[in-house]
């Protein structure tokens, strides 16, 4: 039998989105490249997952620390990394969240625009199956069609998308809409995490190419601690296996371990730049639910049917956030107790974007944990909840509303980023636009930690439309 390599052409760092649509499209133009994985966590099928009611055995908080009172976050650490928790919402980003500091003045300007990422956006959604609508090309424009048709609208959409067709369109999804070889139809159980009959798009069910790759190693259980840098050039990632520690050598290395670990890694392999771990973010979100007169709704055909982006863009974003609108077709605040109108409610999600702040930072302590500080989201942020919830009446006004009650904030949208920002200054960013480090030319970041600015929409669509880009101007 060979003795594995010693040496890889492509050492890989973490297993989640950014890393596997990596691989991927490197794979594309290097399918004879020998690729191994350090993966910290184990792999997890489905049927474990169901039986155990978890993605994994490793708890998120386990593996940082945080001051008492600061934010939340949530993330999977195993084989598949969020691919294995997501709930496959994949709206693009909107054209302008591209170029917020040249539009509005806040954040930073990403080094790419949307029509340079369309694409990639097409690659990653023929990958996971994508449902959707043409209708969501009046907001986001695309290219070509979705792979698979959208999911039925509600009762609710349908007369939301009667007197807004520009600004409510069925949702993106990876929840298939259609059996898809690999998938069943989604049945709008609304337990996405643990989705019980396999609908949404996953490491197990969707790189199916990438496990069984011969050119492709994936070694569980292996926690990288840091990377060995010379002269500016990663010679080798020393890694931790059942308390031992390991060097594994390679000519392009990829850091992909989530936008906490991520820079934790660099912070710890003395990578210095100064905004390394800085401006950790995500969405702020509260939940809503609109009690409706004579409507009955949850006629859906998927957990959440569509987005409502009235309030999402405009010249209001120079002095606060814009937000998005989920409709959701389940009934987290239980049905109504009156008789006959149990299903006259329409529960929603209110999302709101913020901006990276300097003082939100990941931060190693003094025996290597990462450590993470957030007290809280940016004045931007607070006035774009002030303003959303101010103004959602209005937006809902087609609908035949009885009370609209606020249901709190939530304590995360579950989409840690901005950690280690990309840009074409090497001063005011830690990666350059084909993502690879401004300091260590031979050391690619993927994942959502390379966001410039945050967005109200979700992040995984992009983090692999990126990913596959910067692959293909690499390979
Ligand atoms: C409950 C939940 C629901 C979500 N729903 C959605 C959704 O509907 N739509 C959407 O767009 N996004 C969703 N997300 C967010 C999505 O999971 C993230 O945006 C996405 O996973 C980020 O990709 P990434 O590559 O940056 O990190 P991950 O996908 O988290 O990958 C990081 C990988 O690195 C590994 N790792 C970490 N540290 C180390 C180390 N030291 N050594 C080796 N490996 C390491 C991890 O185990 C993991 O495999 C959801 C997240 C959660 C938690
Ligand atoms: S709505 Fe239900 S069937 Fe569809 S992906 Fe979520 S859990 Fe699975």
Known sequence: MPSPPSSFDLVVIGSGFGSLFFIEGYLQKRPE????????????????????????????????????????????????????????QTPRFHPTDFHMRSLYGVAQDWPLTYEELDPYYVQAENKMSVAGAAEMSTVLPRSTPFPLPAHKLTSVDEVMRRAQPDLHVPMATARASAATGQRGRCCASARCMLCPV???????????????????????????????????????????????????????????????????????????????????HEQAGYSVEVLLDGLDNLDGGTITTALNYSLYDGAFRRDHAGALIYFDNRWPHGLRKEYGRWRQLAPLVVVVEDLPQDTNRVTIDGDGTAHVSHERVSRYAELGIERSWAALRQVLAPLPIEHIEFRGMRATESHIQGSLRMGHDPISSVIDAKQVHHQVRNLVVVGSSVFPSGSCSNPSLTVAALSLRSASLLA
Do not use: M
């Not at 490249?33 to 350090?38: D, F, I, Q, T, Y």
């Not at 708890?59 to 999977?76: L, Q, S």
């Open 33 to 88: 490249a020998r690729v191994l994985v350090l993966e910290r966590g184990s792999f997890h099928s489905h049927a474990w997952q169901i039986e155990h009611g978890r993605n994994s055995s490793i708890v998120p908080e386990e593996t940082y620390r945080t001051p008492a009172g600061h934010k939340a976050w949530n993330f999977t650490i195993g084989v598949g990394g969020g691919t294995n928790c997501w709930y496959a």
């Open 198 to 280: 396999n609908a949404k798009f996953t490491f197990e069910n969707g790189f199916t190419n990438l496990s069984s790759h011969p050119n492709v190693e994936i070694r569980t259980g292996c926690e990288v601690t840091r990377l060995d840098v010379a002269n500016g050039t990663t010679i080798a990632a020393i890694y931790r296996k059942h308390g031992f520690e390991h060097r594994v050598k390679g000519e392009l290395f990829v850091l992909g371990a989530n936008a906490i670990h991520s820079p934790a890694i660099l912070l710890r392999s003395g990578i210095d730049h100064s905004l390394t771990g800085v401006g950790i």
